[in-house]
């Protein structure tokens, strides 16, 4: 089953972290001096445009990996956000 990103989506991205959620916003946003991690680095590309962004987060309580990536993939299909990639998940 192969599904696309939407170009169209109010959702710019779906991800998730079993680690510093903090940090890994922060990759996203490109505010930390290291390119070196995958992430979005917005503030690399953004030409200075003026825009909101709202982050909904879940925590989720001592379950596995899998379990999180499950709970991503659905949140994702729901969703079709603009940038990142499906869960690889079946």
Known sequence: M??????NSKTLYVGSSTNDFKTRLKDH??????C??????????DKNLVYSI????????????NIVELIE???????????GKRSGLL
């Open 2 to 7: 192969k599904i696309e990103n939407n170009c």
């Open 29 to 34: 946003l490109g505010v930390k001096k290291s």
């Open 54 to 65: 709202r982050v909904r987060t879940y925590k989720i309580s001592k379950t596995n990996r």
């Open 73 to 83: 993939q659905q949140i994702w299909d729901q969703l079709k956000p603009v940038f």
């Open 36 to 45: 070196r991690t995958y992430a979005l680095h917005l503030s690399k590309w």
